[in-house]
């Protein structure tokens, strides 16, 4: 799709990163999700960043209350939202004021000049106004009265005054989507989809959104329209997505690799409650979702699925994992499997409920009673949640234990095109349920043992009611074979190891670890969840510019991978850039006896590129 409108007067660029910034209420999430659509089918690269409150409603017009939504799109492969905007549009004062900095000097400003009012600027903090004091000079300024627009050509529809003030976002989405040269259809069919049964709604929206786009071509703005070429993608069918989308997704795609149903037992959590609602979607693939009453419920009952011959699964958050504590190490106890997935954010308590961190690992890997061993997977990217899922299936059934799924807020938001892969490459995920009795006891007679174990050292997976294997399960500690109730001593001993080295032996069916850059370097970064795309861009830089930098990137953190160990023996220095203050480093450290030097970052942002490449010049010194 093109716009019709001329574009002669278009300078193109190979990328631009825009800001969108104003109240919770003024829709400036929507407003980026709709510019990203329309970039993505136009056949950008692209990468997002929704920044927005904790509460439902905050305070209007403070700094406080500013939601944010950035997007960065080229004509190349991005890894990252940008660190710099080019470009901010600002809805109000507070927009402008908790935004502004964080825009590349020199960079354009978008502003609704009707918001600036005396009591929306003494809001923001503002003594005087920014666009008629000087303050701004140093940016190149758009000025609209977007408001006033917006309400004048809503006027005729019979849209009363309040009500289309609220379509002024889609004011500002034409008047950017003229400016940065986007398609018109996409955002105009969309709003017919999503607003069909009002009609006033949709009249209102287009009616704002042409506005916008026809102040661009009236108001002299020419020399300021950039376009973005679309990118060089590999051949395929493309969508835009984020991370909870594909988490779900390669929820549902495990469960038909391995032709069991998925029950999703959860409790509603930010960031992790859209997974929730997109399975609850797809019931046509056997997919079964329970809204629990609490977080203990939610694991109790997805551990009863695992049990009854279903792929349980729960969702949460770091304070949901908590909770959930107890019922984690029931399932270590029974070997079934169970996938556990833990949406991170700012901590500690409710600490930062809409903002990123990854700070949740040393409770995955020990936030349980006794010794409760689970593996650990992280994904790296909102498209690489579809594969870690699928691999996080894989492990609980093969090896017959929970497994913890980390993402974290970025990747659950964030967006990116992912290229939909052909299933026919997907491997299926194999399945045996015990159907026979399994051992000959002393008497000769054929019994069921639920504790004898295969070559992985899996137990059995007896759905109740096959006949003849009837068993015993609970949380006291088991006999070994029997699984009967065993309060001896060395047999305690022997199952507490035992079930350690079964999670161990995991490492076994782990694919070796490659490095990226440049592998003769003396610099190893060693990075694991959504520091993948900072860390790619930041290496990329330094060896592009001469520095030699290698790079690893950890989906497996228990059991790890076989071939890690002898890679960071052989660099002079190793860096752990994370979201916490050190968590992956100290494993390092511990596992392997390597000087892995932590390179943190815990503001409920993710890293730039910038700043990534800075942390690693310093801390290579």
């Not at 300078?11 to 970039?39: K, P």
Request: hydrophobic share 40%.
């Amino acid at each position: 799709m093109t716009n019709t409108a001329d574009r002669s007067d278009v300078r193109e660029v190979e990328r631009i990163i825009i800001r969108f910034a104003g109240d919770s209420g003024d829709g400036m999430q929507l407003t980026g999700d709709r510019f990203t659509s329309a970039s993505a089918l136009f056949g950008n690269d692209l990468a997002t960043l929704p920044e927005f409150p904790a509460e439902i409603r905050a305070p209007a017009g403070t700094l406080a209350g500013v939601s944010a939504f950035q997007v960065h799109i080229s004509d190349h492969d991005i890894t990252t939202p940008g660190d710099a905007p080019n470009v901010l549009v600002a809805m109000n004062p507070a927009a402008l004021k908790a935004d502004l900095p964080k825009v590349e000097p020199g960079g354009t400003v978008i502003v609704n000049t009707d918001a600036f009012e005396e009591r929306n600027l003494a809001k923001a903090g503002y003594e005087t106004n920014p666009i008629e004091d000087g303050s701004l000079d140093g940016y190149t300024m758009i000025t609209s009265p977007m408001t006033s627009l917006t309400k004048e050509v809503c006027k005729d529809l019979g849209v009363k005054p309040r009500d289309a003030e609220r379509s002024k976002n889609f004011f500002a989405l034409g008047l950017v989507s003229w400016l940065y040269s986007r398609p018109e259809e996409p955002t105009m069919l969309w709003i017919e989809e999503k607003f069909g049964d009002k009609e006033l709604v949709v009249a209102a929206n287009k009616a704002a959104y042409k506005a916008g786009h026809a102040f661009g071509e009236t108001a002299e703005l020419s020399a300021s329209r950039l376009a973005v070429r679309p990118a060089k993608l590999e051949p395929g069918t493309y969508t835009n997505i984020n991370g909870n989308t594909a988490l779900s997704w390669g929820l549902v795609a495990g469960s038909q690799l391995a032709g069991l149903p998925i029950f999703l037992g959860s409790y509603p959590i930010t960031p992790a409650s859209d997974i929730l609602h997109e399975l609850a979607k797809h019931k046509n693939f056997g997919v079964r979702t329970f809204q629990a009453e609490d977080e203990i419920a939610a694991v109790g009952s997805a551990l009863g699925a695992a049990y009854g011959g279903h792929i349980g699964i729960t969702t949460t958050s770091g304070p949901g994992i908590a909770l959930k504590g107890e019922t984690l190490g029931l399932a270590v106890s029974l070997e079934l499997p169970l996938v556990v997935i833990d949406i991170q954010r700012g901590g500690p308590s409710t600490g930062l409920p809409t903002k990123t961190e990854a700070a949740d690992l040393m409770m995955a890997m020990y936030g349980r009673h006794g010794e409760a061993p689970m593996p650990i997977v992280a994904a790296s990217s909102p498209s690489d949640c579809f594969d870690t899922a699928i691999e996080a299936i894989r492990l609980a059934i093969r090896y017959r234990t929970p497994v913890m799924l980390l993402s974290d807020g970025y990747l659950a938001n964030g967006t990116e095109p992912w290229c939909l892969p052909d299933v026919s490459s997907l491997k299926d995920i194999p399945v045996e349920f015990a159907s026979r009795t399994n051992h000959t006891n002393a008497d000769g007679e054929d019994v069921f043992m639920p504790y004898v174990r295969n070559d992985d050292m899996a137990r059995p997976w007896a759905v109740p009611g096959t006949d003849g294997l009837m068993h015993r399960i609970g949380g006291i500690e088991k006999e070994d074979g029997t699984g009967n109730i065993s309060y001896d001593p060395e047999n305690h001993g022997f199952m507490v190891e035992l079930r350690d080295e079964r999670i161990r032996k995991i490492a076994e069916s782990i694919p070796p670890l490659e490095i990226s850059g440049d592998p003769d370097a003396d610099i190893l970064v060693v990075g694991w969840g959504s520091t993948w795309g900072s860390i790619a861009a930041a290496t990329g830089r330094l060896n592009r510019a001469g520095t030699p930098v290698a790079q690893i990137h950890l989906r497996h953190l228990h059991p790890f991978a076989p071939n890690l160990g002898e890679i960071l023996a052989r660099y002079k220095h190793v860096l752990v850039p994370e979201m916490n203050l050190g968590q992956l480093s100290r494993l390092l450290r511990a596992e392997f006896l390597v000087d892995a030097k932590s390179i943190s970052k815990v503001t409920g942002q993710p890293f730039t590129a910038a700043e990534m490449v800075n942390n690693i010049m310093e801390a290579a010194r």
